[in-house]
């Protein structure tokens, strides 16, 4: 067993012999960099946290942490580099839908096995992905579910021209037509291609947009007969001027609240909170959440960046986010896949996960399914003035599910 | 007091007899209490109108509400969160409390009935805009329970305005609840109207009574009513998107005309230094970011000396202008004394001089200020709106309109009304020439090359109300700005005024057929088309110089 496991991972210098080395594949500079170097920082943490208490498998993680520069081509080259070169035995990474796409076929050719952590869209499953992330069905089904149940009748759907957005938002149009919303109500517009098959459903800006004042009015128009939600898939920091806009035109979140996907506790660090109070957002973990175990794993957190000396780490003002904590959660879901396995073979630990392997996080008891996605607790919590959530409702153990098109039967 | 009972004694005077002690004391206890209880006794606060109980349901819907045990008290208390400090509820008297009192957030649910109540009381409000949004509210929820209290307060309605919120509340209230008779009505009624509100209601309407009438199992007069019913929606229909059409032209000049400015505030700065002055400044966008975190550290530094939200820290922006405008300034003769005066006769290394300086700038700022964007927020003042005919005008949309306006006419007081601004004109035209005259041309460049600097800095001021502060964001309007001096002509001032306002119409009246995408793709194909035809721009620069 241990000569397999050695063979793996290709021990070949003298302190190898107790460690095991790990891949951490995020982008540490360019436009990504500012979600992404957050995933290192915790990935560093959780590997701290775990040598701690003895390794895995007796033996130390060993980080090996390469920059994928916001440049995709730059995720394989580098993923490869992992693979071939370091021989890690897993690696945590990718934030950007692209840069997955990007490494998995490296992943395929290799037989590696990667960890992959952020809220995406689904319709992927390849057997050297393991998906922490929140599907669809995990974070923008249930936002609907509980707007449906506020008694919101028309919903408008927004988001920055990508892979991510647009493929959600379509999933999003049939769940909506399957749930007795009728076209009309539906907003942002819809693209049809010949044979009349709706393509692209929603408003779509550009990366880096500035300039909501045509998109606001709209939402206006839309709104004024009340019962109105915004489903915001806006990237990055085009938000602010959509919400600064939002808030200009006299739209409240009692008129017509937005609910957002990809804004996060990390993400109000350079967002001002005050024109997205009483907003919602919607994801598996909130820093608010109210548990020993998540108490503890924020204090551990700031502690560790207290004393941590690798250099360029952030350490004033840190918070912690659902990509934070599905990162975390990877990580110890593989060390307890590796203990069940007796070993770091890939295709053993890879079987190991697939027969369900349970880890209790910071935001509730994970348990991995045979489809590589999780089963986990959903949140939603609307923005406090401080860049907080406070928690309205919550999902128990929704189980992740990343084929959705076309499974919704219209009513 | 019991909840019930005081409630009761309470409604039994009629709030204008109840003292506001009396009444202070009732809010308390429904405060601290919770559960079904608390959402009744807060539903049956809407028909009394003390202003304490204005004021205590709209803070406690923010979270303006704490609880506090004193020390040495008999209990709990309940207090409200006040600018210059806490107010004990029950009492009214000012409270400095021990420790951070724990702040009562309503759940979601009661927040609805809060802001029901705060709709319903606001229907009395002496402010106008309050009293027209609660009735729109209250009209659109069609709830027969309020129908009574519209009718009621329409009749003592003066402000015209106002007046038709609460007709048209009435009548969408009616579409609903009415007998077919106040029916057919109020379709014809909010038709005239031009009520937007109320168009997929009688959509609905035309809809159903269009199957009415075809039923041929009904009763004739039935029948007829639906026919007539349809009849009226059919035509109410028209008048209101025939009325939505025109809005939407307005709204769609209003939009160009404040993209406009915006554009023209970024780049007429670069109209100065580029244009007139011929140095090819790739820093521009640099200038604009330095202009955007001075007004983050004069928000900083207000809201640390008055306290946020206080009436002193509301006016952080009106400072910020002019210190953004210095600071930039301050810069730009920084960079014109240490490296663009060797360069102005090499302009192809005056570019890559300032391309590199453009970046040491960026990660001056990522070393400064780190590299995620900086939190700007809105004054209050900046960050709301009216409607003029069915066209929402933001304040900060305007503000930036007459800003633009300001500056170009001030730029063009100075360039053509003063004595400085004709030695600028002399030495843009001819360095050498104005220097042999007696004019002081290093001088002269280095204060127009700050000037044009501050005047990015003036556009980076006012791009932290709408958009992001970082340390990139130069980069987002450098090519515009570039666009529009091109468009404009070089060395036209006007010419730029003119191209940012015509790329801003022509964007937002595409944006709507195309979409935000397509929209910018088209606009930008447009402006290749342009050059294509006319490669001096708008206005070209005539000269007698033999190099041109």
């Known amino acids: ?411 | 007091m019991s909840l019930w009972a005081g409630l009761a004694a309470f409604a039994g005077l009629g709030w204008s007899h109840a003292t506001e002690e009396e009444a202070r004391e009732l809010l308390a206890s429904i405060v601290l209490t919770s559960g079904e209880e608390q959402a009744q006794a807060v539903e049956a606060l809407g028909g009394h109108g003390d202003s304490i109980i204005g004021t205590v349901i709209e803070a406690w819907r923010v979270g303006g509400i704490s609880s506090y045990t004193p020390p040495g008290g008999t209990g709990k208390i309940a207090l409200l969160k006040e600018p210059e400090g806490y107010t004990d509820i029950a009492t009214g008297e000012k409270v400095v409390p021990q420790g951070d009192p724990v702040t009562i957030r309503p759940s979601r649910a009661l927040r609805k009935t809060l802001k029901k109540v705060a709709d319903l009381l606001d229907l009395a409000s002496p402010d106008p805009a309050a009293r027209i949004a609660a009735a729109e509210k209250l009209g659109l929820s069609q709830n027969p329970d309020y129908l009574p209290v519209l009718r009621d307060r329409l009749e003592m309605q003066t402000n015209p305005k106002v007046r038709r919120a609460f007709d048209e509340a009435v009548n969408i209230s009616l579409l609903a609840n009415g007998t077919p008779q106040e029916q057919l009505a109020a379709v014809t009624a909010l038709g005239n109207l031009r009520s937007y509100p109320a168009r997929d209601l009688i959509e609905a309407l035309r809809v159903k009574n269009a199957e009415a009438a075809d039923d041929d199992g009904a009763a004739p007069e039935s029948r007829a009513h639906a026919a007539a019913m349809q009849a009226a929606a059919v035509e109410a229909l028209g008048q209101i998107d025939g009325h939505q059409k025109v809005v939407e032209v307005y709204g769609t000049l209003f939009r160009g005309l404040s993209l406009g400015s915006v554009l023209l505030l970024v780049a007429y700065g670069l109209a100065i230094t580029f244009g007139l002055m011929g140095v090819i400044n790739m820093a521009h966008g640099e200038f604009i970011a330095i202009g955007g975190y001075t007004v983050y550290l004069v928000q900083g530094w207000f809201a640390t000396t008055f306290g946020e939200g206080t009436a002193g820290y509301e006016t952080y922006f009106l400072w910020a202008l002019p210190a953004s405008f210095l600071v930039a300034a301050f810069f730009g003769i920084i960079l014109e004394r240490g490296v663009i005066r060797f360069l102005y006769k090499r302009p192809l290394e005056s570019l890559l001089a300032t391309w590199g300086i453009s970046m040491i700038l960026q990660q001056a700022f990522r070393l400064h200020f780190g590299a995620a964007n900086v939190a700007v927020a809105s004054p209050q003042w900046l960050s709301s709106s009216f409607e003029v005919a069915g066209v929402t005008m933001s304040y900060n949309r305007l503000f930036v309109i007459g800003f633009a306006l300001f500056v170009i006419v001030a730029t063009w007081l100075l360039l053509t009304r003063t004595s400085w601004g004709l030695h600028v004109r002399a030495t843009m035209q001819n360095r050498q020439m104005a220097s042999s005259l007696g004019v002081r041309s290093a001088r002269v460049n280095m204060l127009t090359f700050a000037f044009g600097s501050g005047l990015a800095g003036l556009a980076g001021a006012f791009i932290s109300q709408i958009g992001n502060v970082g340390p990139s964001m130069g980069q987002t309007y450098i090519v515009d700005s570039f666009m529009v001096v091109v468009i404009g002509g070089v060395g036209n001032l006007a010419g730029a005024a003119l191209s940012s306002l015509g790329i801003g119409m022509v964007d937002q009246s595409l944006q709507p057929l195309l979409g935000p995408v397509m929209g910018k793709i088209t606009v930008l194909l447009a402006i290749i088309l342009f050059l294509q035809f006319k490669p001096g721009g708008l206005f070209p620069a005539r000269s007698r110089s033999l190099d041109d």
């Open chain 1, 1 to 411: 067993m241990t000569a397999a496991a050695a063979l793996a991972l290709g021990v070949g210098s003298a302190p190898a012999e107790d460690t095991v080395k790990v891949g951490v594949l995020h982008s540490l500079s360019g436009t990504m960099a500012i979600s992404e170097t957050s995933l290192r920082d915790i990935l560093l943490f959780t590997f701290d946290e775990i040598n701690a208490k003895g390794g895995v498998l007796g033996k130390k993680i060993e980080p090996v942490v390469v920059d994928g520069a916001s440049d995709w081509p730059l995720f394989a080259e580098k993923a490869e580099q992992l693979l071939v070169q370091d021989k890690v035995a897993v690696t945590f990474g990718c934030w950007t839908s692209v840069s997955r796409k990007s490494v998995l076929p490296v992943y395929e050719k290799y037989n590696g096995l990667l960890f992959y952590p952020v809220q995406y869209e689904g319709e992927e499953m390849s057997k050297n992905i393991f998906y922490t992330a929140e599907a669809v069905n995990q974070q923008a089904i249930p936002a609907v579910d509980f707007l449906l149940e506020e008694g919101i009748k028309k919903f408008y759907l927004i988001g920055t021209d990508y892979v991510y957005p647009q493929t959600t938002n379509l999933v999003l149009f049939e769940y909506l037509l399957s749930k007795g919303i009728p076209v009309e109500n539906i907003g942002g517009g819809l693209r049809k291609d010949a044979s009349g098959k709706v393509i692209s459903a929603g408003n779509y800006t550009p990366f880096g947009h500035s300039d909501f004042q045509q998109i606001v009015a709209d939402i206006k128009k839309f709104s004024a007969s009340g019962d109105a939600a915004v489903i915001n898939t806006i990237n990055g920091d085009a938000n602010v001027p959509f919400f600064k806009e939002f808030a200009a035109s006299g739209l409240t979140s009692e008129d017509c609240p937005v609910v957002s996907f990809s804004i996060s506790e990390d993400e109000f660090r350079a967002l001002p909170a005050k024109d997205l109070v009483g907003h919602l957002g919607c994801w598996t973990y909130f820093m608010s959440i109210d548990s020993p175990a998540n108490k503890k794993f924020i204090a551990d957190f700031q502690a560790w960046l207290n004393k941590t000396e690798v250099p360029g780490i952030v350490k004033e003002k840190r918070v912690t986010c659902s990509p934070m904590v599905l990162s975390h959660n990877g990580v110890y879901i593989w060390k307890a896949a590796v203990e069940k396995a007796g070993s770091f073979d890939v295709d053993k630990v890879r079987e190991a996960l697939l027969g369900g392997v349970s880890f209790e996080g910071p935001g509730g008891k994970v348990t991995t399914q045979k489809n590589h996605h999780l089963t986990k607790n959903v949140y939603i919590g609307e923005t406090l003035e401080n860049g907080q959530f406070s928690i309205i409702k919550s999902f128990d153990n929704v189980v992740g599910e990343p084929f959705l098109k076309g499974t919704f039967g219209k009513k």
